[in-house]
């Protein structure tokens, strides 16, 4: 059973363009979501995350934003670039000290020059 | 310096086969991650471990035994390998606490073939 469902799988846009990867989830004792980006033989990094206390975190070109009574969550970036060529996962943590990440399935994003 | 290094990174084996992955962290973090990425990106947590006690132990196969010498090393052996043991496995460090235990540092992973 898939916690946090992410989509789409895939994506291509052009340079400059804004993809945005949308993730939802269940489980209200979710406290936490993070975004890792995950370049081809590399393990994920985390990107950004935000708390669902606020609807929206912006760092740099990256913005997440929150829709807490939606149960849903998702990534924005804004002028794209070749560069942000790379699966991205959303991932969501139960609070209670609880260390389990549960992460979505993942998105390839293509960014044509 | 690698803060989470996984060795070996590729490891090409036959079936029924026992084998092992060993990861160390020089960031200090009171706690290891054992992922696996399935062919589809799938990232699925298989065992947790804090300072060397087992935490998080999701339904893995009995063929899968980590082992945490110590807070700064948790490794993986596993027996009798099947074909579906083929995948990407990722090591994975953080410190725990508030504020803290939720950013994850990811090795680059062992790509693990089972012939």
């Known amino acids: 059973q898939q916690q946090v469902k992410q989509s789409p799988q895939s994506l291509i846009v052009q340079k400059g363009g804004i993809p945005i990867i949308n993730c939802a989830y269940e489980?209200?004792?979710?406290?936490?979501f993070p975004w890792y980006q995950q370049f081809p033989g590399k393990g994920p990094a985390l990107l950004i995350a935000i708390r669902p206390d606020v609807s929206e975190k912006k760092e740099g070109r990256f913005t997440i934003s929150f829709n807490k009574s939606a149960k849903q969550f998702s990534l924005h970036i804004m002028d794209s670039q070749p560069g942000d060529s790379a699966t991205y996962f959303c991932?969501?943590?139960?609070?209670?000290?609880?260390?389990?990440?549960?992460f979505g399935k993942g998105t390839k994003l293509t960014v044509n020059p | 310096d690698t803060a989470v290094s996984q060795t070996p990174k590729y490891l090409v084996t036959q079936m029924g086969n026992d084998k092992s992955i060993k990861c160390e962290q020089n960031?200090?973090?009171?706690?290891m991650y054992w992922y696996k990425q399935d062919s589809k990106k799938f990232l699925k947590i298989m065992f947790s471990?804090?300072?060397?006690?087992?935490?998080i132990n999701e339904t893995v196969p009995n063929r899968f035994s980590p082992k945490s010498p110590d807070k700064a090393h948790l490794n993986l052996h596993i027996n009798s390998l099947e074909l579906g043991d083929s995948a990407v496995y990722f090591c994975a460090s953080s410190q725990s606490g508030q504020g803290f235990g939720e950013k994850l540092f990811f090795g680059s992973g062992t790509q693990l073939s089972v012939l």
């Open positions: 960031l200090g973090h009171d706690t």
């Open positions: 489980n209200t004792a979710f406290d936490y």
């Open positions: 991932a969501a943590r139960a609070g209670g000290g609880s260390e389990k990440l549960v």
């Open positions: 471990y804090n300072n060397k006690e087992l935490i």
